[in-house]
């Protein structure tokens, strides 16, 4: 089993930025990909940005050049810098981690969530 627990959402003003935080314990492997996702209402769950356990990240084109995903293996902890923001960003904000062995996954885990409001 593996715990996530976000933190770092909160209510900003159009162009304004907040930090993400995502504390991952319990069994964690070394080689996985973590990332975050939101949920606007009415809209489903899509992937923001993810990262290998390498470094690799993949970001959504709606967030590209204004987010930064981050992550601290030594601390198995994740981050988000999201800056420039935008009253479409509204959304929760969901910590994942995954683990997968070819196009099989193995473990996909999930945080509670954190509301990220941006007023106009």
């Known amino acids: 089993q593996v715990q996530l627990v976000e933190s770092g959402g909160g209510l900003v003003q159009a162009g304004g930025s907040l930090r993400l935080s995502c504390a991952a314990s319990g069994s964690i492997f070394s080689i996985n990909t973590m990332g975050w996702y939101r949920q606007a209402p009415g809209k489903q769950r899509e992937l923001v940005a993810s990262i290998t356990s390498g470094g690799s990240t993949n970001y959504a084109d709606s967030v590209k050049g204004r987010f930064t995903i981050s992550r601290d293996n030594a601390k198995n902890a994740l981050y988000l810098q999201m800056n420039g923001l935008k009253p479409g960003d509204r959304a929760i904000y969901y910590c994942?981690?995954?683990?997968?062995?070819?196009?099989?996954?193995?473990?996909?885990?999930w945080g509670q969530g954190t509301q990220v409001t941006v007023s106009s």
């Open positions: 994942n981690y995954r683990r997968a062995f070819g196009s099989t996954t193995l473990n996909d885990y």
